[in-house]
């Protein structure tokens, strides 16, 4: 694992017979973690700047690293039920959420649906909106080599990242992250717009919206949108020297902006 | 054997420095290149060229269908399929095919291809491909993760939809319809037969063998690159137990054939160069949409130590964004097979042994063929190919996938009444 200290602790919970992974550290008063684009391929330094302070829990969404059963997922509302059945198996009941990028957009989902289970909310660049002046960018349409670019501001943090660890397979890690990749795509095909902006005035939880400011996927255009949508308290904060995976690469900067919300 | 012409229909004006000056002949390929009034002789042509292999005695026209592409000009097959069903012949419609979980609902294509049946007196052939991630995922914005799963419950609808007598109720996991029922059924009973184009992929060559449906393995490539992938197949067949009946399987081969082989190089050389440096440009951005390639068929590719790169993309090798080869490459690694008609029979004799293929699917117009030299290749090849071929595999092997029109005197002939407008 990367970052300071320890690893984070390992269970598995069903979801839809599907087992997905929980990584937990930290003490404290919990704050769960949905992650992004590429999942939790392994343990970052956001998490663990959180966890100095807070119990942290990160659910792994299904086809996510640690994940299966996005194969049943037809619909939008199929993967937020899939999101409620892991968080509340996860042991979520009322508490504080961050999610990012793909996590970030399911995230703001249960909290517009589910507002009891969600205290305090933090969305880093989540999907979900679509504005045809800046559409998302196609991260299912580029060439080979091209996605750490893409997704980072500098391309080695996300090298780094999805890098193999000593020991593991390369192929089996090399189909999970593109079975990470499909089961993005199979919530976000084709246009990343799955109607979330006709939910968010039922999303009243303070909100957090951090951005990357080089997210080369979302524009920081977006979060000005979600700030006007959402219906309850707002603040935006854009993340100098970060691209789409702000968290990841603004890691201490995001983590204080986060715990300073949370708390 | 049967010897069927295949026609891709593809834009023979594309600018010689088309690979140059754009990143792709597919997806999104600039609109400023397609000029309607030159495609309107283009397609009136190819349906000259298609309706005289008929005439000349071909077993089978085949059309396929292709979205935003620069070397298909068929977004919709059963459009030409039906204007060939017009003529009286025995040649059958080789419909290869439509990509079933492209329609919605896809009782569209079941209402169609009857309707193809029925106006041809029975002589369809139904292809069911997946369709490439170009066609399915980028032009037509399917969910890659999801394709595979809408192909196959598409298929059962549209097969229950030719074959179940009275209206029903189909709820399925994408398509629920409270009245199926179309009007008309098709001609041929049960059903038409049904034909498979795969790329290579063993749970393909698997459904096939279980639904008892032809595999045809289309690649632009020829014989020499297919042989493993036919010898992959037949082993697949020999394990679950099925007969090497030739007729199970189709092969698609481009052919040149003139007078003599260095006529034949001075012919088609520039077609050949057009089709293989322009029409296969690909971006490799549309080579790989995740999910398109199965779990199961990755972690195979991985396991069979073939590269990872090529086993992470969906885009048959030879497609690509690199230099064009050259007519020498593509006539030494066997893409088209050149030479007098002699030649030209030895060779596709022996590719038809060594692959055992009974469908012999050609190209004999390609890339930017005129017609007169897509005639004349048709004529040469009917006239003095055919004859030497077509007995192949006669009396050794029955094809049950081949269809069953009515009997001639039983269809219905064109006719309108003489008519002279006054001046």
Same mark, same amino acid.
């Given at each position: 694992m990367s970052g300071a200290g320890d690893g984070p602790a390992e269970r598995m919970v069903s979801v839809n017979g599907s087992p997905c992974r929980i990584w937990e550290k930290g003490r404290g008063e919990p704050v769960f973690y949905l992650a992004g684009l590429a999942g939790l391929p392994r343990w970052t330094g956001f998490l663990d700047a959180l966890a100095e302070h807070r119990r942290v829990?990160?659910?792994?969404?299904?086809?996510?690293?640690?994940?299966?059963?996005?194969?049943?997922?037809?619909?939008?509302?199929?993967?937020?039920?899939?999101?409620?059945?892991?968080?509340?198996?996860?042991?979520?009941?009322?508490?504080?959420?961050?999610?990012?990028?793909?996590?970030?957009?399911?995230?703001?989902?249960?909290?517009?649906?589910?507002?009891?289970?969600?205290?305090?909310?933090?969305?880093?660049?989540?999907?979900?909106?679509?504005?045809?002046?800046?559409?998302?960018?196609?991260?299912?349409?580029?060439?080979?080599?091209?996605?750490?670019?893409?997704?980072?501001h500098d391309p080695a943090a996300f090298e780094a990242f999805v890098a193999p660890p000593e020991g593991a397979d390369p192929g089996e890690w090399s189909i999970a992250r593109t079975r990470a990749a499909e089961a993005a795509a199979r919530l976000l095909w084709p246009l990343a717009d799955t109607r979330l902006e006709r939910r968010l005035h039922r999303l009243r939880a303070p909100t957090l919206l951090l951005w990357g400011a080089a997210d080369r996927i979302l524009a920081p255009a977006y979060a000005a949108r979600f700030d006007r949508a959402i219906a309850g308290r707002t603040e935006v904060v854009v993340l100098p020297g970060a691209g789409h995976l702000a968290d990841l690469e603004a890691g201490p900067a995001a983590a204080a902006a986060a715990l300073r919300w949370l708390s | 054997?049967?010897?069927?012409?295949?026609? +891709? %229909? =593809?834009?023979?004006? *594309?600018?010689?420095?088309?690979?140059? !000056?754009?990143? #792709?002949?597919?997806?999104?390929?600039?609109?400023?290149?397609?000029?309607?009034?030159?495609?309107?002789?283009?397609?009136?042509?190819?349906?000259?060229?298609?309706?005289?292999?008929?005439?000349?005695?071909?077993?089978?026209?085949?059309?396929?269908?292709?979205?935003?592409?620069?070397?298909? +000009? %068929? =977004?919709?097959?059963? *459009?030409?399929?039906?204007?060939?069903? !017009?003529?009286? #012949?025995?040649?059958?419609?080789?419909?290869?095919?439509?990509?079933?979980?492209?329609?919605?609902?896809?009782?569209?294509?079941?209402?169609?291809?009857?309707?193809?049946?029925?106006?041809?007196?029975?002589?369809?052939?139904?292809?069911?491909?997946?369709?490439?991630?170009?066609?399915?995922?980028?032009?037509?914005?399917?969910?890659?993760?999801?394709?595979?799963?809408?192909y196959l419950e598409a298929h059962d609808l549209v097969v229950q939809a030719w074959t179940r007598r009275e209206p029903f109720a189909f709820n399925g996991r994408f398509n629920q319809l409270r009245y199926v029922n179309i009007w008309p059924s098709p001609l041929q009973q049960p059903h038409p037969p049904i034909w498979i184009p795969g790329g290579g992929s063993v749970e393909t060559w698997q459904w096939c063998a279980a639904q008892d449906y032809v595999y045809s393995y289309l690649s632009y490539f020829g014989y020499q690159a297919g042989r493993q992938t036919m010898a992959g197949f037949w082993r697949e067949m020999d394990r679950l137990g099925k007969d090497r009946n030739p007729y199970r399987a189709g092969f698609l081969q481009f052919?040149?054939?003139?007078?003599?082989?260095?006529?034949?190089?001075?012919?088609?050389?520039?077609?050949?160069?057009?089709?293989?440096?322009?029409?296969?440009?690909?971006?490799?951005?549309?080579?790989?949409?995740?999910?398109?390639?199965s779990e199961a068929t990755l972690r195979a590719k991985v396991r069979s130590q073939i590269s990872q790169a090529a086993a992470a993309s969906a885009l048959p090798s030879g497609f690509g964004s690199g230099g064009g080869p050259s007519f020498e490459e593509i006539i030494a690694k066997g893409y088209v097979i050149i030479g007098s008609p002699d030649e030209v029979a030895e060779k596709l004799k022996e590719v038809a042994n060594e692959l055992n293929v009974g469908h012999l699917m050609l190209l004999l117009q390609f890339g930017n063929m005129a017609r007169d030299l897509a005639f004349e290749n048709t004529r040469l090849f009917a006239e003095e190919v055919l004859p030497q071929v077509r007995g192949q595999f006669d009396g050794e092997w029955e094809d049950r996938w081949w269809p069953k029109p009515l009997a001639r005197e039983r269809r219905a002939v064109p006719s309108v009444p003489a008519w002279e407008a006054a001046q």
């Open positions: 829990v990160a659910p792994s969404l299904p086809g996510f690293p640690g994940g299966l059963g996005h194969d049943r997922l037809d619909s939008p509302l199929d993967w937020i039920a899939a999101t409620l059945d892991l968080l509340e198996a996860a042991g979520m009941d009322g508490a504080d959420l961050i999610g990012a990028s793909v996590g970030g957009t399911l995230a703001a989902e249960v909290a517009a649906l589910a507002p009891g289970l969600v205290r305090r909310l933090v969305l880093i660049a989540p999907f979900g909106l679509y504005d045809e002046s800046v559409p998302p960018t196609d991260v299912w349409a580029q060439r080979p080599g091209a996605e750490a670019a893409l997704l980072c | 054997m049967k010897l069927m012409w295949f026609h +891709l %229909m =593809p834009y023979m004006a *594309l600018p010689e420095d088309f690979r140059q !000056r754009h990143p #792709s002949v597919w997806v999104d390929i600039s609109r400023d290149l397609f000029d309607p009034a030159q495609a309107h002789r283009m397609y009136n042509e190819f349906i000259d060229e298609l309706e005289y292999a008929a005439q000349v005695g071909f077993d089978a026209v085949c059309v396929n269908e292709h979205h935003a592409n620069g070397y298909g +000009l %068929m =977004p919709s097959p059963n *459009l030409i399929a039906a204007a060939l069903s !017009r003529r009286v #012949s025995d040649a059958a419609i080789c419909v290869m095919g439509n990509s079933l979980a492209l329609y919605n609902p896809p009782t569209r294509v079941a209402e169609e291809m009857a309707m193809i049946d029925c106006i041809s007196g029975g002589r369809l052939i139904a292809g069911f491909p997946v369709g490439t991630p170009m066609d399915t995922c980028y032009a037509y914005g399917q969910n890659p993760s999801q394709l595979r799963a809408r052919v040149g054939v003139a007078r003599t082989r260095a006529e034949a190089e001075k012919l088609y050389r520039e077609p050949a160069e057009y089709f293989y440096g322009r029409c296969l440009h690909v971006d490799a951005r549309f080579a790989n949409p995740p999910g398109y390639v």
